[in-house]
């Protein structure tokens, strides 16, 4: 079965550090690949995504993720964070076909950011 | 701006009665989605409609049922929430289906009494 993991739950990182938050995935043809980003109380922002070609992807905000075929990996990065980046971090695939049409969510990486 | 509103952002409820979240968008897209959300879980698909076509996940409760009388409203109603189904509830737009963008409204937070 399709399915998205994301280790770590919680990462705290000191504001200008760099980050780099993990996503594996389990999906049997090409995914087509999500980050999105919820700040709290908020619904969420799609950061950047990968379909086909180049397998690093520039999303919004600084932020970049690169698709490894041969890890079944879909890291996202950051070189220096900011206090406003904290936030949760969703990994996701979407499966399309017929009357399917979801993303599959990894259970999130909560982001906090150290002063 | 072209976006989806959800209303109300936060609304609670008794244990048994019925109760109707709304979602309605501006950016004309042909897909609307319905998402749960648990405390510290990930979103997870309810049903999606496709233009006037329902899509029910297989794992969707009975209780769960949508409406969508056009294109830029959509409606979640519970039937007899329990104290299970608090949760934040989001809905989302997309352009056709396929591996178009979803864009998600704010959420309601449903609170069950």
């Known amino acids: 079965a399709q399915s998205v993991t994301q280790p770590d739950i919680h990462i705290t990182v000191s504001e200008g550090a760099s980050l780099e938050l993990r996503c594996n995935y389990s999906?049997?043809?090409?995914?087509?690949l999500f980050w999105y980003v919820q700040s709290p109380g908020q619904g969420l922002q799609l950061l950047l995504k990968?379909?086909?070609?180049?397998?690093l992807v520039q999303g919004i905000k600084g932020f970049e993720a690169e698709f490894k075929r041969s890890q079944s990996s879909f890291n996202l990065r950051k070189p220096s964070v900011h206090w406003s980046d904290a936030a949760e971090y969703f990994c996701a695939v979407g499966l399309y076909g017929g009357a399917t049409n979801k993303l599959i969510f990894g259970t999130g990486t909560l982001l906090a950011v150290q002063p | 701006d072209a976006m989806v509103i959800q209303n109300p952002r936060y609304q609670v409820t008794q244990f048994g009665k019925p109760v109707t979240l709304s979602c309605s968008q501006t950016l004309n897209h042909n897909v609307m989605y319905w998402y749960q959300q648990k405390s510290s879980q990930a979103p997870k698909l309810l049903f999606h409609?496709?233009?006037?076509?329902?899509?029910n996940e297989a794992d969707t409760p009975d209780n769960f049922q949508s409406r969508r009388p056009n294109t830029s409203f959509c409606f979640l109603d519970i039937r007899s929430p329990g104290l299970g189904d608090a949760a934040m509830y989001l809905c989302a737009t997309s352009r056709d289906g396929g591996n178009n963008e979803q864009f998600f409204g704010p959420g309601t937070r449903l609170t069950v009494l």
């Open positions: 990968y379909f086909s070609g180049d397998t």
């Open positions: 409609y496709y233009d006037k076509d329902f899509n």
């Open positions: 999906y049997g043809a090409t995914p087509y």
